[in-house]
């Protein structure tokens, strides 16, 4: 839909960077945010009444969406994930790599960076805000639907290849902080401006201080895929929920974690620095049946996808606007917190504060609008209806 060079959008609630504000008018202008106002100014007005409007979702650990995935290493298929993330509310995301050999987790990343050189002006999907390393640093123990043949130490030189190939664009990389190679890795990367995260692991405790110590800072989809919360070991569970000042992704599908261990994690971190993700694997969006995800065999079943064996998950079939509503829903935390989960709180955990997941004059206008129930209503990108 091709809206005026000019528009508000009158609503009943607005999550703005600040505050919680409304009723009121948001004002684009040219594709950016303009500014919120009270009075009804002089262009024209979509009227969405009692809506929440709010930032743009971010979905910073995502594989690929509606038959498209990072291991295809398409372009033009990435670029069909993003329209589809785009209808469902995710108007950012970071493409993410599975465990593989480094050859083709370079042909992964080239294969991101040319989807997203390939985006003209007009295009509306879901933009890529960088690529996340899922691996193949992590251990066996948690590896989880990680291929166990490509499973390596952390190494600097391999990421630094990886680098080039994306064109500067990966933000996040994972692994597992019980490798003797962990800290000088962390510490290397992160003086580089990547966020490493840790999971996949069964590191204790102090392993895990070690890694935030050198600058990781972000657990991956906690509780699964790590070693538990034990009270004589806290692990890497216990680390995700005692560290100051780092985040924990959460997977809020309802399978992957119960919501009862959703509102503990919460409690625990505050919601401040809990970033929902979906983990959704290439065949989020299809109907049920047998596809291949990460060089793995898996089983879409009733919403939930599991390794064809049927051993463990294999990863969510998530869509972020409805992780954010089960929050709302289970009752563990507010519309407003809800929405700046997805948005503000997802954004800073990857470092990408600077452009995604705020309602800010000058920002490109990439926001949706919720019903009072936190149903997804309507999506803009770039001041486009999506």
């Given at each position: 839909?091709q809206m005026s060079?000019?528009?508000a959008?009158?609503a009943?609630?607005f999550v703005?960077a ?5 009723p ?10 303009d ?7 002089s262009c ?8 929440w ?6 979905d910073t650990h ?19 994930a993003?329209?589809?993330?785009a ?5 950012a995301w970071?493409?993410t790599?599975?465990t593989?050999?480094v050859?083709n987790?370079e ?6 960076a040319d ?6 002006q007009?295009?509306?999907g879901?933009r890529i805000?960088?690529?996340y ?5 992590f251990t ?7 291929n ?9 030189d391999?990421f630094?290849l990886?680098?080039?190939?994306a064109r500067?664009?990966?933000?996040k990389?994972a692994l597992a902080?019980?490798y003797?190679?962990a800290?000088?890795?962390?510490a290397?990367v992160?003086a580089e401006?990547?966020?490493c995260?840790l999971?996949h692991s069964?590191?204790?405790?102090e392993?895990?201080?070690a890694?935030?110590?050198?600058g990781a800072?972000?657990f991956?989809?906690?509780y699964n895929?790590m070693?538990g ?7 890497v569970?216990?680390a ?9 992704e959460?997977?809020c599908d309802?399978?992957?974690?119960v ?11 505050g919601w ?6 979906t983990?959704?694997?290439g065949?989020?969006?299809l109907?049920d049946?047998?596809y291949?995800?990460g ?9 939930v996808?599991?390794l ?9 079939v998530?869509?972020l606007?409805?992780g954010?509503?089960?929050l ?7 519309p407003?917190?809800?929405i700046?989960?997805?948005s503000e709180?997802?954004a800073r955990?990857a ?18 609008v919720?019903?009072?129930?936190l ?5 803009f990108v770039?001041?486009r209806?999506a």
């Open positions: 839909m060079d000019c528009f959008v009158h009943e609630k703005l600040g505050r919680l504000a409304g009121g008018y948001l004002v684009v202008r040219d594709g950016k945010f500014g919120y106002q009270t009075s009804e100014p024209d007005v979509l009227e969405f009444g009692d809506a409007v709010g930032a743009g979702l971010v995502i594989h690929g969406f509606y038959g498209h995935a990072t291991t295809d290493c398409d372009a033009d298929g990435m670029n069909e993003s329209r589809q993330l209808h469902r509310g995710t108007t970071l493409p790599t599975f593989d050999s050859q987790i042909r992964q990343c080239a294969a991101i989807a997203n050189d390939a985006r003209d007009g295009f509306v879901a805000a960088g690529v390393l899922e691996g193949p640093f066996l123990k948690h590896k989880g639907a990680q166990p043949k490509y499973l390596v130490a952390p190494n600097y391999d630094a990886w680098q080039r190939a500067g664009l990966i933000r990389s902080p019980e003797p190679e800290r000088e890795y962390v290397r992160t401006g990547v966020v995260a999971g069964d590191a204790t405790y392993q895990c201080l890694a935030v110590d050198a800072s972000v991956v989809h906690t895929g070693r919360l034990h009270h004589r070991e806290p692990g569970v216990g995700a929920m005692a560290t100051e000042g780092t985040y924990a959460l997977i309802g399978h992957h974690v919501p009862a261990a959703c509102k503990a994690l919460i409690r625990a971190k401040e620095h809990v970033a929902p993700i983990d959704c694997l065949c989020g969006g109907p049946g047998s291949m995800s060089g793995l065999p898996v089983v879409l079943k009733d919403g996808c599991w064809a064996d049927m051993s463990a998950l294999a990863g969510s998530l869509t606007a409805e954010i509503q089960n709302v829903r289970w009752d563990i935390v507010t407003e917190q809800a700046r989960m997805g709180v997802a955990s470092g990408i504060e600077d452009q995604f997941g705020l309602i800010l004059p000058g920002r490109n206008a990439d926001f949706n919720y019903a009072p129930d149903s997804l209503q309507a999506t770039g001041g209806r």
